[in-house]
């Protein structure tokens, strides 16, 4: 019922900069958070920023200060603002919404498809 649709990937240089966005449709009762997360190949999936229903964010030690998670609730639209990128931030990088369809249900995961990400000279 929920679908996210990501965009924004691409190829880019170490110090350079690139926005991710994530697109969500469909209808939900209340949402738990918003987040971003990142997988490398061989790597486990890791998260990289959370944005909470009241609007509290959390960010990866490794991205504090350089990366910013924001939303717009007239497009709702979830967006990953990346600054001063490194290589090791090269991965593909996924949106999540955790929520929950009526008051009965239980809060679950839902995963957008990934863009890629690759940060390189």
């Known amino acids: 019922q929920v679908q996210l649709v990501e965009s924004g990937g691409g190829l880019v240089q170490p110090g350079g900069s690139l926005r991710l966005s994530c697109a969500a449709s469909?209808?939900?009762?209340?949402?738990?958070?918003r987040a971003w997360y990142r997988q490398a190949p061989g790597k486990q999936r890791e998260l990289v920023a959370r944005i909470t229903g009241g609007g509290t964010t959390n960010y990866a030690d490794s991205v504090k200060g350089r990366f910013t998670i924001s939303r717009d609730n007239a497009k709702n639209t979830l967006y990953l603002q990346m600054n001063s990128l490194k290589p090791e931030d090269t991965a593909v990088y996924y949106c999540n919404v955790q929520a929950r369809r009526s008051s009965w249900d239980s809060f679950r995961d839902y995963w957008g498809q990934g863009t890629q990400v690759t940060v390189s000279s």
């Open positions: 469909g209808s939900v009762y209340s949402i738990n958070s």
